[in-house]
């Protein structure tokens, strides 16, 4: 395996340990399992949200507004 391969896989294995570690200690496996999932849906929103800022701004490109102008509008968007 190369570096950053065998990198990813021992980290991933290491939050796998943690996690059951943490999980057995407070005896409350679906309170970390919920911690993950809102986490997760966090990651989730973020990305949605900045999919959707590049079609507008590629709209928006299209429909002739210059960049400045389009900073400026996307910055005020929810």
């Known amino acids: 395996m190369n570096a950053p391969v065998l ?3 021992l980290a991933g294995v290491a939050f796998g340990i943690g996690m059951t570690a943490l999980s057995l ?3 409350e496996p679906g309170y970390f ?3 993950l999932e809102t986490i997760a849906e966090k990651g989730r929103a973020r990305r949605g949200k900045k999919e ?4 507008l701004r590629k709209r928006l490109k299209a429909m ?15």
């Open 7 to 9: 990198k990813t896989f």
């Open 33 to 35: 399992v919920a911690a």
């Open 64 to 78: 002739g507004f210059s960049d400045k102008e389009i900073k400026e509008g996307l910055r005020g968007h929810p």
């Open 52 to 55: 959707e800022n590049k079609f």
């Open 25 to 27: 200690y407070a005896q």
